[in-house]
């Protein structure tokens, strides 16, 4: 690969702000659904790049775009919002948040703009969950604010915290930043990915339980712990061995959150009968679009 090939080349589905305006017309003959990748600018310790949150979002998006096309059902996936709300991380360096107000604003005027555009059904995928109360009043005042939007959130932690004992290799809970998340990095940008700076630290049960256990409501319980300050849980930014990743475990991260939205996508915007939580892959994209990445 050459240098102008290294640093410009387009695989896969684009990104809303990829395409042209006549291609965005064109494919809206064929959907009306939108995913849009919500992210973050925000630390995840010493060896994992700022935009981790911002490209997890994109490449789950990605992913389950072509196991989209493949069920025959056409979306168009973002533009990435690349920054949330992410108070709890401030005290590192790098981190940017934006209030919970100007989240709110800026996701439902995104969706309203792509609204006017021609886009109804809309699909908002987080890379950091603590966008998704954000990412739930916005998608609520899209629908209250047009005759006929549709919207939803999707939370894929719940699927993939399920599932997460039989992925990871850590016999610990991960975290942020952690063996899992750091996995999913090596796999789109792995250059990016600093492994020698990694560094162990993980936190008491009880810590744990409120920043992600199963009885925290974004990993499927009941309960919503509101955090104060990341800093008092890790002095690093990251809670878990990011020493134990690899870019295998990482695809089979990206898999189950891709089928898991991909099935849910298919069966609630395109009334396909399938079972999100069914184990059973769909079938390849086709490679003609794998090589032209046209949706
Ligand atoms: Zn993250």
């Not at 919970?100 to 987080?126: D, N, P, Q, W």
């Not at 936190?203 to 008092?232: C, L, N, S």
């Not at 395109?270 to 079972?275: A, R």
């Amino acid at each position: 690969m050459n240098e102008h090939e290294a640093l410009y080349s387009q695989k896969g589905p684009p990104t809303l702000d990829e395409m042209t305006g006549p291609e965005v017309e064109a494919a809206l003959k064929h959907t009306d659904v939108l995913l849009l990748p919500v992210g973050a600018t925000e630390a995840h310790g010493a060896h994992l790049p700022l935009g981790t949150d911002s490209f997890e979002a994109r490449e789950n998006c990605r992913r389950a775009a072509l196991r989209l096309e493949s069920l025959g059902c056409p979306v168009i996936i973002g533009p990435v919002i690349p920054f949330g709300a992410s108070s709890f991380h401030l005290g590192f360096a790098g981190t940017i948040s934006l209030s919970s107000r100007t989240m709110i604003s800026l996701l439902t005027e995104v969706c309203l703009s792509l609204y006017e555009t021609g886009f109804r059904k809309f699909a908002l995928v987080h890379g950091h969950d603590g966008n998704l109360p954000v990412m739930m009043v916005a998608a609520q005042d899209l629908v209250d604010q047009t005759p006929d939007a549709q919207a939803m959130v999707l939370n894929w932690l719940t699927p993939l915290s399920k599932v997460y004992h039989t992925i990871q290799t850590s016999k610990k809970q991960e975290g942020h930043g952690g063996e899992g998340e750091t996995a999913r990095i090596l796999v789109t940008h792995p250059q990016l990915v600093k492994l020698e700076q990694a560094v162990k630290h993980h936190v008491p049960p009880e810590d744990m339980r409120k920043i992600q256990g199963p009885e925290h409501i974004k990993t499927g319980g009941g309960i919503f712990y509101a955090t104060r300050r990341y800093k008092d849980h890790t002095p690093y930014g990251h809670i878990g061995d990011p020493a134990l990743a690899t870019a295998e475990t990482g695809n089979k991260g990206y898999d189950v959150i891709a089928e898991w939205l991909a099935r849910v996508i298919a069966r609630d915007y395109f009334g396909k009968d399938l079972d999100p939580n069914s184990a059973t892959p769909t079938p390849a994209p086709p490679q003609s679009f794998l090589r032209t990445g046209q949706v």
